[in-house]
């Protein structure tokens, strides 16, 4: 069954890497017609886009948090993994993996498949 | 960055009726826009993207328009089962942006 599923810890403690990794099953992360990518949402509030993988390995980050994000896939274990540094509070939210159409030519669809989500909590 | 505004940011709608919601793009996206319902405690679920193309197993009564940076997501008669928050994005550039979403609640 085509699928996404995060994974990681729920809590980390603040100025701590959040590592969190998106099992793909059903689909392979080397397939050019997708782009793979992590969006999060805080309690109560709207989603937010954090950064996009190709199956090259080429990535995409939000400017806001280029600095502290790393977005690498694991073709053998099909799967990709986010890692966010120097966490605070603000950081708090769930953290959501998805698939994206890619028609090529700098050209997407909409993220047309999602995991559930995991929480991720920031705090000492 | 190419901002994403919703209008507005709740509405409230009886079972059966129409549902008009807006999203503006600060600049042009061409047609690179997705609408998003999310229900509490799900993921958001992909309904219309192209601006208009409805998504796999989306019922009818969604349907997306654009006229210039201006995009709508109309619920033609509205279910019990859409009440739930809607959010826009664009994909026009590397850059995706998300609106800040609009609650339908019930009236």
């Known amino acids: 069954q085509l699928q996404v599923q995060e994974s990681g810890p729920g809590l980390v403690k603040p100025s701590e890497t959040l590592s969190l990794t998106c099992a793909v099953s059903g689909d392979s992360i080397r397939s050019s017609s997708y782009y793979w990518g992590w969006i999060r949402q805080p309690p109560g509030k709207g989603l937010a886009w954090i950064g996009s993988?190709?199956?090259?390995?080429?990535?995409y980050y939000n400017p806001s948090l280029k600095s502290r994000v790393t977005i690498i896939r694991d073709t053998s274990k099909n799967q990709f993994s986010l890692k966010l540094s120097s966490v605070t509070a603000a950081d708090t939210a769930v953290y959501y993996c998805?698939?994206?159409?890619?028609?090529?030519?700098?050209?997407?669809?909409?993220?047309?498949?999602w995991g559930q989500g995991t929480m991720v909590t920031v705090s000492s | 960055e190419i901002v994403m505004t919703q209008s507005p940011a709740t509405l409230s709608v009886s079972p059966g009726e129409r549902a008009t919601l807006s999203c503006r793009a600060s600049?042009?996206?061409?047609?690179?826009l997705a609408w998003y319902q999310q229900k509490p405690g799900q993921a958001p679920r992909l309904l219309i993207y192209?601006?208009?193309t409805r998504a796999s197993g989306i019922p009818a009564r969604f349907s997306g328009s654009a006229s210039g940076t201006e995009f709508t997501l109309t619920i033609s008669s509205l279910q019990s089962e859409d009440f739930a928050t809607y959010f826009c994005q664009q994909y026009n550039n590397w850059l995706w942006t998300f609106g800040q979403g609009t609650k339908v609640e019930f009236k």
């Open positions: 600049q042009s996206i061409s047609s690179n």
């Open positions: 993988i190709y199956y090259s390995g080429s990535t």
């Open positions: 998805a698939r994206a159409d890619y028609y090529g030519s700098g050209t997407w669809g909409g993220l047309d498949l």
């Open positions: 192209h601006a208009s």
